[in-house]
Every structure is written in C-alpha cells, then in structure tokens.
C-alpha cells in the first residue's frame, strides 16, 4: 500500500519537473533574433486575442437590450435639434485627447503585429485585424461595420501590406465612413504606390487624413520593424498607437 502511495508521489513529482521543464523551454530561454515562425506565432497570438475582445465586445452590444448603437449615451453623444431629430455632436466638442475616442481601426497584419499597444492606448477602442488582409476584404469588413452603425468616432485603417491600393478603394472606404473622419496609415516595406495613391485621394476629402507611419519606421527600422521587414516590434508597436493617436488629436482636437 505504501508503495503504490509512494509510486504515485514520485509520478506526480516527474510529471511537475517536466512540466517546468517545458515551460522553462518555451518562457524562460532568452529570445534569439525573431524567425519568421516566430513572428507568425506572435500574429496569431495577437489575433487570438482580438478575437476575444470582439467576442466580449458583442456580448457588451447584446445586453443593451436592442438599444441601437448610435444613440447609446455612454458610447456616444447627441443632442436633440428642434424639428430636425438627433445632431451629432463633433468629436472636437466631446473629447480633449483622442486616447478618449471610441476609435474603430479595419486592419491587416501590421495593425495585428500592434493590437496590445492599440488597446493599451485606445482603451474604448475597437481592432478589426485579420493576418493577410486586403483592402478589398477591408472594405467589406467596413460594410458590415456601417450597416450595423458601429463605426465609433474616428475610422482607422492600415490596408496596404497583402494588396495594391487603387483610388477607388479607398474613394470606396470613405464613402463607407459614413461622414465619420478617416486616417489611413501608410504602408512601410512594400514596393508598390500605395501610399501615393492615398495621398491623392485624401487630397479630395476634407474629412479624410494621412498617417505617415512609414517616414517614422524607416530611420528607426532596427527597432521598430521586425526582421520581416514589414511588422511592428514591441517598441514598434508602441510608437505606431500613438503616432495614430497623436495625429487625430492634431487634426480634429488641437486643430494644429
């Protein structure tokens, strides 16, 4: 009898020590320069967890009882205009730092390399990020977004690293804003005129805005970008969320 105990015990032990083992391998050892499979690791762990808030954002949405999202007080505020129904008041009277703003970002891998980030500063933020993304496939996330009327205060979007960018793409994604302001995020490591391209579309739209989230990565590459070249670092990641948020805070709030 106190040898099946004993037997049991010593299983019990070796079965802990290899688990310790396995997470000493896997936690513990110093990272080495990121592979490309350990990039992709990091994109689909970040997805997972976007995915998450999205689950956990739809059960928020589904216990305001059918409440339409536009006129939610706490997500969003209106006032009343006699005779003309519910005015939409401007972000530059409601917020003082767009850090505050209910910003809803349609994405590609590079804005899921930068979702922790984006949260950490966008707490009332809303990511849809999906790894090898096109802006086509953007643009009917966006749809759905519009049709449901869950499209926040700002528009965000960073399409540009799985596809050509032509103008009427993007003429199509302002138009799916809805009158909401746009930023479009410049593409950084591919070799194509995308960002010109949405350089001269915004051009023609006073509610539509350029980030140049490419003349920031490229002097500071080595620590911004990841050895693919293409998608954000931890340091990365934390300056892209808050170019973002700086930039909207320049263009609606400050008006600088």
């Given at each position: 009898?106190?040898?099946?105990?004993?037997?049991?015990?010593?299983?019990?032990?070796?079965?802990?020590?290899?688990?310790?083992?396995?997470?000493?391998?896997?936690?513990?050892?110093?990272?080495?320069?990121?592979?490309?499979?350990?990039?992709?690791?990091?994109?689909?762990?970040?997805?997972?967890?976007?995915?998450?808030?999205?689950?956990?954002?739809?059960?928020?949405?589904?216990?305001q009882n059918g409440?339409?999202?536009?006129?939610?007080?706490?997500?969003?505020?209106?006032?009343?205009?006699?005779?003309?129904?519910?005015?939409?008041?401007?972000?530059?009277?409601?917020?003082?730092?767009?850090?505050?703003?209910?910003?809803?970002?349609?994405?590609?891998?590079?804005?899921?390399?930068?979702?922790?980030?984006?949260?950490?500063?966008?707490?009332?933020?809303?990511?849809?990020?999906?790894?090898?993304?096109?802006?086509?496939?953007?643009?009917?996330?966006?749809?759905?977004?519009?049709?449901?009327?869950?499209?926040?205060?700002?528009?965000?979007?960073?399409?540009?690293?799985?596809?050509?960018?032509?103008?009427?793409?993007?003429?199509?994604?302002?138009?799916?804003?809805?009158?909401?302001?746009?930023?479009?995020?410049?593409?950084?490591?591919?070799?194509?005129?995308?960002?010109?391209?949405?350089?001269?579309?915004?051009?023609?739209?006073?509610?539509?805005y350029y980030i140049?989230?490419?003349?920031?990565?490229?002097?500071?590459?080595?620590?911004?970008?990841?050895?693919?070249?293409?998608?954000?670092?931890?340091?990365?990641?934390?300056?892209?969320?808050?170019?973002?948020?700086d930039e909207i805070?320049?263009?609606?709030?400050?008006?600088?």
């Amino acid at each position: 009898m106190k040898r099946g105990i004993l037997f049991k015990v010593c299983s019990a032990v070796m079965a802990c020590v290899c688990l310790y083992g396995i997470f000493a391998l896997l936690v513990l050892a110093p990272k080495a320069a990121a592979s490309r499979d350990e990039i992709e690791t990091m994109l689909r762990e970040n997805q997972r967890m976007e995915t998450e808030r999205r689950i956990l954002r739809l059960r928020q949405l589904s216990l305001q009882n059918g409440t339409d999202f536009k006129t939610d007080a706490t997500v969003k505020e209106y006032v009343m205009s006699a005779g003309t129904g519910t005015t939409y008041v401007p972000v530059a009277l409601r917020y003082t730092d767009a850090r505050q703003m209910e910003i809803v970002g349609v994405g590609d891998s590079v804005m899921v390399s930068g979702l922790s980030a984006l949260y950490a500063t966008f707490p009332n933020g809303y990511f849809d990020a999906l790894f090898g993304r096109t802006i086509y496939a953007g643009i009917e996330v966006l749809r759905g977004l519009e049709q449901s009327g869950h499209l926040g205060d700002v528009l965000v979007f960073s399409l540009g690293a799985n596809s050509y960018i032509q103008e009427e793409d993007v003429e199509e994604l302002i138009r799916l804003s809805d009158g909401h302001p746009t930023f479009f995020i410049s593409a950084y490591g591919v070799s194509n005129d995308s960002n010109d391209v949405m350089k001269r579309v915004i051009a023609r739209h006073p509610d539509a805005y350029y980030i140049d989230w490419e003349s920031v990565a490229f002097p500071n590459r080595a620590r911004y970008i990841l050895s693919d070249g293409l998608h954000l670092t931890d340091a990365g990641a934390e300056v892209y969320a808050n170019l973002i948020a700086d930039e909207i805070t320049k263009e609606l709030i400050t008006n600088e």
